[in-house]
């Protein structure tokens, strides 16, 4: 605190400032000044005369320091303010006893103060020291502090978002509010890739315009040609010819006369290289208007850089061993922002080529632009009264600037130069000042040779005074430092950042929560140990995201979770096929959402390699580009999982923009549709190293966040559109289909995750077309009415359970590691999302090498007889483990990659692989992630018979133990319901074997095996169904139809009541 104030009240910020920490006195004063100025207890407007005589002598408002003074004397000293104001003393009181929480918080510090005081002296001193660390000042977490760490680490921008808008009396304008600025910052590399792609633009308050051409459309004819090279020779030259900067550094080696030679040249052999440096002008000059838009520079600043660069081109030089990094661009830290302007030095050191160092430069000036939109939101709340606990303006910290008369004096003359002659007599004193300090240093440059000294000593120094005209003093005066104080533009306390406005430095002290948000404390950087660990759930997020099957079910569950959340009507699909349409085209409304920071987008470096490559795939051209997808598969699923993404967020956005199409309009349709479903950008400060670990945290901690926010912001909506949407077509669909055999033997997980509609093609087998539901609000709204349906009808509270138990974990995402996961599977010998074992039912007993099913990957079955002769991976060789090991780590992609290397080892005659069944489109990768076939080897009442099989047995023998019969040698007679399903179990064994004795057979033919296997699959699920009480299928030519009308069989077999084994 400047001056010589004890205290300070700041009336906007409601902020107290002491000089000295623990000033009780000081700060009952202060306080009294904010009870006053608030309005927190009844006072009359004119104080008595013996308050105003309590005020500090030469105060001016004797009203304010009065009563200011009664109140510290009320606390810290009540036998004197009642002698000094007897009368006001039971006003006083009466008025405080009007408010009654301000009455005990006084009172309770005048009690303390009392207390005290009245201590011994050791007492006193001792309550000055800290014995404790601030352990017993213990801190329980509040709801903010767990959202902040766990789903959004800018929700403390939210809280003083809200705050101020409580305090305005209304909401902030959208490019007012920096919790929005800070959200659509996660978009700003999509901001700069439409500067690159589609052109410069600007977002005023009236909307979207393209004001010059992109680096792209620039660079492109000159690519063509084959003049790139030639390109950046001409603006190395252009500048070095009319910047003695640039050229001063290559004097040496490079005549001035070169770069005229050079630019002369090369203009006149490719007018277009010309032409292209001109509008690489105009582009780096439309990169500056971003930071004088921005705030970052002022229009006074950018005009000096415009009028001291002429044919302005980025130089960046050549450094060995440079670091790869994101050079300074971040999505995280909104203070103390550097320049990405910097000042031009001469230097001989090799040059960056310029069209590369424009390329960077695309990106870190939208990074800083765009960040530094976040500070100036913010400089702007310090005007908000009553914010001071989150945020205060404070004046810069001054720093002490050494300096000479003679620097003095020449400052005094540049400034009275640029005033012109206005001074008169004044700039004669100065010029004559001037005059007498040059004299001082040429006779202090004599004086103080050593050579002079030794041969004139000193009467030759006098004498050399004496002919000037000085004297000892006037040395003395003239050659003094002295010290100025100026303001510290980079300086900055505990709590305190720098933001711009207008290119102003304005320092800001801020709360603790919102300081760590600001600068992007949160997050912990992982160690190198933690990278390790977070490969397992890399590979699985890309198996699982990449897989053909994933990208067409994604759509089908955003297009839902759209409809929910978006507060545009969002129709199911067709709003998707419409934002498709904008993705393809590339159209207006697709740059649009682009610029305006609704697209996902991470830069992963700004090193040279990284640029190199990223500018080499801006100028390709198309069919170099639709080459490259060619070669690379894995580009083209994503591409494709991309678009899809997309499609749903350009709709709303378009459709909000339509609607709102001015400037905060962009602003806000591009949050909203980042967060139409989930923003993958979006998480918790300290969820970096679980999403690292756990493979889909953020997804679902994101998902179920979402969904609760969507119910909160408006029930009602929410409500009708999920009963609508889900809750209505999957009852449609059970009345429809309950009594279908074919709907009754869907495995449990694929009705909780899908609606499935059975098909009948005419003379074909019956398959199940299976549409995603939205994740949670599916299983909420959708298959819980199902189950429920279920339970009523075919007295099955089973599916009700398993819902339940799928709702939660769509909610929660674990915590166990994903590199962990794979291997608890393999020890515990169970899948345990599909809950079923991971070795075939009937091979448990095998040797490893043995234990493999019908689908087992050959691959898995080589590597496993590989293992089986290395001692001591004999007994981990086993494929069924190994096959769930790598789906689990690589997901659908996994899958994908292993039936190609089947395919080339059955091609290169490594293998001999059976032929497999006949297979049909329904098995094509991605479609039959959609579709499946009936019968199956799988289904719901096998699933059903075995669980209540395993019941049963573990309830005999449980009862057994208990009899004490166990080991007794005496024979129990087994109930007759476990006597029928064990017949049951034993005949799906031997089914089950004569299942994979076909799918081994090498003579059969394809369409033999299938027909065959059908078949037993069909006997099998008959069996199952027996053995649950269910009639079985009748099969006919065209497929299984089940005649019986509406069976309610009970699926849990009992004993006969009283029975005993």
């Not at 901690?701 to 929410?718: C, E, H, I, L, Q």
């Not at 499946?932 to 289904?939: I, L, T």
């Amino acid at each position: 605190m400047r001056g010589k104030l004890a205290g300070l009240y700041k009336i906007r910020p409601q902020v107290v400032r002491l000089r000295q920490a623990n000033d009780v006195e000081v700060a009952a004063h202060e306080i009294a000044h904010h009870i006053q100025e608030q309005g927190l207890m009844p006072l009359p407007s004119v104080m008595p005369e013996e308050v105003r005589r309590l005020a500090y002598a030469g105060a001016t408002d004797l009203d304010s320091e009065g009563f200011a003074e009664f109140v510290r004397l009320w606390i810290t000293n009540e036998a004197m303010v009642r002698e000094a104001a007897p009368n006001f003393c039971p006003l006083f009181e009466r008025s405080l006893a009007e408010r009654p929480e301000l009455m005990d918080l006084l009172s309770r510090v005048r009690q303390q103060w009392e207390e005290w005081l009245a201590q011994p002296d050791v007492a006193k001193v001792l309550s000055l020291i800290d014995h404790d660390g601030g352990r017993r000042r213990r801190w329980f977490p509040t709801f903010n502090d767990i959202y902040t760490q766990v789903v959004d680490e800018l929700r403390p921008f939210k809280v003083l978002a809200d705050m101020a808008a409580e305090r305005r009396g209304g909401s902030l304008a959208a490019e007012r509010n920096p919790y929005l600025l800070a959200w659509a910052l996660r978009g700003w590399v999509g901001k700069a890739e439409h500067f690159l792609k589609w052109g410069t633009f600007r977002i005023g308050s009236e909307g979207y315009e393209v004001t010059g051409p992109s680096l792209r459309e620039i660079l492109l004819p000159i690519e063509r040609q084959g003049l790139r090279r030639q390109l950046d020779a001409f603006l190395v030259a252009r500048r070095a010819r009319t910047d003695s900067r640039v050229s001063g550094g290559f004097r040496s080696i490079v005549p001035q006369e070169v770069w005229g030679n050079v630019v002369e040249e090369i203009g006149a052999a490719h007018p277009d290289v010309v032409t292209a440096a001109d509008q690489l002008g105009g582009y780096c000059d439309a990169l500056l208007e971003l930071l004088v838009d921005s705030g970052r520079i002022s229009v006074e600043s950018a005009d000096f850089i415009r009028r001291n660069n002429l044919f302005y081109t980025p130089l960046h030089r050549v450094v060995e061993h440079e670091t790869p990094s994101a050079a300074g661009t971040s999505r995280r830290r909104f203070g103390n922002l550097f320049s990405p302007v910097k000042r031009l030095r001469g230097s001989s050191r090799d040059i960056i080529p310029p069209t590369e160092s424009i390329l960077r430069n695309t990106y870190a000036f939208m990074n800083v632009a765009e960040r530094n939109r976040v500070g100036t939101a913010l400089i702007e709340l310090t005007r908000v009264e009553g914010l001071g606990g989150m945020i205060e303006a404070k004046p810069l910290h001054l720093k002490v600037n050494r300096v000479t008369t003679r620097e003095a004096l020449d400052q005094l003359v540049q400034m009275l130069s640029g005033m012109g002659g206005k001074l008169g007599d004044y700039a004669e004193v100065v010029a004559s000042l001037v005059a007498d300090v040059a004299t001082v240093d040429r006779v202090l440059t004599i004086v103080t040779d050593p050579a002079f000294l030794r041969e004139e000593g000193l009467p030759g120094v006098e004498a050399v005074l004496k002919k000037n005209g000085l004297r000892v003093e006037d040395l003395q005066r003239l050659a003094t430092f002295f010290q100025t104080f100026r303001p510290d533009f980079h300086r900055t306390g505990p709590g305190e950042v720098l933001f711009y406005h207008r290119g102003r430095p304005y320092l800001v002290e801020l709360d603790s929560t919102l300081y760590r948000a600001v600068q992007g404390l949160n997050p912990e950087a992982p160690s190198l140990l933690l990278r390790i660990l977070s490969l397992p759930a890399s590979i699985l997020r890309a198996g699982a995201t990449l897989a053909p099957e994933f990208a067409l079910r994604n759509p089908g569950r955003d297009t839902f979770e759209a409809f929910l959340n978006s507060d545009e009507l969002h129709v199911p699909y067709f709003s998707m096929m419409r934002g498709l349409f904008h993705v393809l085209r590339r159209d207006e409304a697709y740059k649009r959402f682009y610029a305006s920071g609704g697209a996902h987008g991470a830069l992963v470096s700004l090193d040279r390699d990284y640029l190199s490559r990223n500018l080499e795939d801006l100028l390709a051209e198309r069919s170099r580009r639709v080459g490259r997808l060619v070669r690379h598969p894995l580009d083209v699923l994503r591409a494709f999982s991309e678009a899809t993404e997309e499609a749903t967020r350009v709709a709303d956005f378009e459709a909000r923009t339509r609607r709102d199409p001015s400037g905060a309009g962009h602003l806000k349709a591009a949050i909203a549709a980042r967060d139409l479903t989930i923003d993958f950008s979006r998480g918790g400060a300290k969820t970096l190293a679980m999403n690292m670990l756990v493979a889909f945290w953020r997804a679902t901690v994101g998902g179920t966040d979402r969904m609760v926010r969507a119910m909160r912001s408006n029930p009602k909506r929410y409500a009708a559109r999920a009963f609508m949407g889900i809750t209505l077509p999957s009852i449609l669909l059970w009345l429809a289909q309950k009594d279908d055999p074919v709907y009754q033997e869907l495995k449990a997980w694929r009705r909780i995750l899908f609606w499935n509609v059975v098909v009948r093609p005419q003379g074909a087998k019956p398959y199940v077309l299976s549409l995603p539901k939205p994740h949670a609000p599916g299983i909420l709204f959708g298959s819980f009415p199902e189950m429920v349906l279920d339970w009523m009808d075919r007295d099955d509270p089973e599916g009700l359970a398993e819902a339940g138990r799928a709702f939660l974990e769509s909610m929660w995402p674990g915590i166990m590691p994903t590199g962990l996961t794979p291997f608890v599977e393999w020890w515990a010998g169970r899948n345990w999302f599909f809950d079923r074992p991971t070795v075939p039912r009937g091979k448990e007993e095998l040797e490893p090498v043995l234990q493999y099913g019908a689908h087992t990957p050959e691959t898995l079955k080589l590597l496993a007889r590989a293992m089986h002769e290395v001692p001591g991976l004999r007994e981990i060789g086993s494929p069924a483990k190994l096959d769930n090991l790598v789906r689990s780590l690589t997901g659908g992609l996994g899958r994908l990659t292993l039936e190609g290397l089947d395919a080339l080892l059955e091609a290169s005659g490594v293998a001999d692989i059976p032929p497999e069944p006949r297979r049909s489109w329904q098995d094509i990768p991605g479609i039959r992630g959609l579709v499946r076939e009936f019968p199956a080897s799988g289904s719901r009442s096998m699933e059903v018979f075995y669980r209540h099989y395993n019941q049963r047995r573990r309830t005999i023998e449980s009862a057994k133990q208990r009899a004490g019969l166990c080991g007794s040698g005496v024979r129990v007679a087994m109930p007759a319901d476990l006597q029928t399903m064990d017949r049951a179990a034993r005949a799906l064994t031997l089914l089950r074997r004569m299942a994979w004795r076909i799918e081994e057979d090498r003579s059969a033919s394809p369409e033999a095996k299938r027909e065959a296997l059908d078949a037993i699959h069909i006997q099998m699920i008959n069996i199952a169904r027996e053995g649950i009480g269910k009639p079985p299928i009748r099969e006919n030519a065209h497929g299984t139809q089940d005649n019986t009308p509406n069976p309610s069989p009970r699926l849990r077999p009992r004993s006969p009541e009283g029975e005993t084994p």
